[in-house]
């Protein structure tokens, strides 16, 4: 069970609650360890420079600072680089630079986000007039509305597909449609079977709070099938640690399924007479404790169902991916605030 924080929940349950939350001061005191996680079998150790890099093949690295990543490719007419964290700075061309004298002339925004690409302006600025920079046409709007120094508004833009060809390296780009950002892209290297998606696929992981904070749930949950569909061998999602492979997106994608089925299994349970979950005696209780009261009913019910729905997510995945004691929660609160709403299901 949930420790629950709020008033309403507390009147309601504060029994239960008393024995549950024994010994627990905050919701951020109760982390699990993350011993025998794929995360931590995959972490890379980095070097006393602070960063890590991954030899791909064939031309083509990841380049971490423990928490996110980079992909770099460097061809006969330059390197690629696509995303470039702020929490990496300057250890990022240093890395570069430790694997190749080629300079960088392309500077990839895998989307807007500035916690991927707030590096953007190390590589594309007015002193290297000969980067040029590639964002999907979503990105570039985004990155034009609210001008930031940090992450210029990209020169080239694209809206379904774009191929890269840089000397003897080719990166397709591809748009899969609004997800967890306007315009995250697919980034693909055929030669080397590497694919990077940000923020989509966590290996070892949960995915991060709230679905990924996706602005559109069903586009996100589409990308795992999206990614699937391509021929790859290592996949880089830009946080955590090492290269992942196709089952790092299998094993989420029977996650997120099952954050679905639970919930909505949740929600089922909540229309019936249940005397614990079903709606009719909950809001009776929360009503009498708090009359008139129309947001406490909405809390407690929405309280109630997510803890529901995460107990049966956590049954099978705790101690089996990293992190469903922090934001499994959030998931099921996120599924039923956004997707039972939809007209069409999350899970298409
Ligand atoms: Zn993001």
Redesign the pocket.
Same mark, same amino acid.
């Given at each position: 069970m949930k420790c629950l924080s709020s008033t309403v929940a507390s009147l309601l349950f504060w029994a239960n609650a008393a024995i549950a939350c024994t010994g627990f001061a905050t919701r951020h005191d109760i982390f699990l360890p993350l011993n025998g996680t794929l995360a931590v079998e995959n972490q890379l150790p980095l070097n006393a420079a602070g960063y890590a890099v991954s030899n791909l093949g064939r031309g083509a690295y990841m380049i971490t600072d423990g928490v996110y990543q980079s992909f770099v490719l460097v061809s006969t007419a330059g390197v690629v680089v696509v995303d470039a964290p702020p929490t990496t700075g300057h250890k990022l061309q240093w890395a570069i630079g430790n694997i190749t004298s080629t300079p960088v002339r392309w500077f990839v925004y895998s %989307?807007s %986000?500035a916690? /991927?690409v707030g590096g953007a302006y190390l590589f594309a600025n007015q002193s290297n007039p000969k980067v040029k920079t590639v964002a999907h046409a979503n990105t570039a709007s985004q990155l034009a509305e609210r001008p930031d120094p940090n992450r210029p508004v990209p020169q080239i833009t694209f809206k379904d597909r774009y191929e890269l060809v840089a000397g003897n390296q080719t990166l397709e780009l591809f748009f899969p449609g609004i997800g /967890? &950002?306007l315009g995250?892209i697919i980034v693909y290297a055929p030669k080397q079977k590497v694919l990077m998606m940000? &923020?989509q696929v966590y290996a070892g992981w949960v995915p991060f709070e709230s679905l990924a904070?996706s602005v559109y749930v069903p586009g996100w949950i589409r990308g795992h099938d999206q990614i699937l569909s391509y021929d790859f061998d290592v996949y880089l999602g830009g946080h955590l640690g090492g290269p992942a492979n196709r089952t790092a997106v299998e094993v989420q994608r029977e996650y997120v399924n099952d954050v679905f089925n639970n919930c909505a299994a949740a929600l089922i349970k909540s229309g019936t007479n249940d005397p614990a979950v079903g709606i009719a005696a909950l809001s009776a209780d929360v009503l009498g404790n708090n009359p008139n009261n129309a947001w406490a009913q909405f809390a407690a019910y929405l309280d109630t169902v997510a803890d529901l729905c995460n107990n049966m997510t956590s049954a099978k995945w705790l101690g089996r991916l990293a992190g469903q004691d922090i934001f499994g929660y959030s998931h099921a609160v996120f599924y039923l605030l956004v997707c039972n709403r939809l007209s069409a299901p999350c899970w298409m």
């Open positions: %989307h %986000h916690d /991927h /967890h &950002d995250n940000v &923020d904070a």
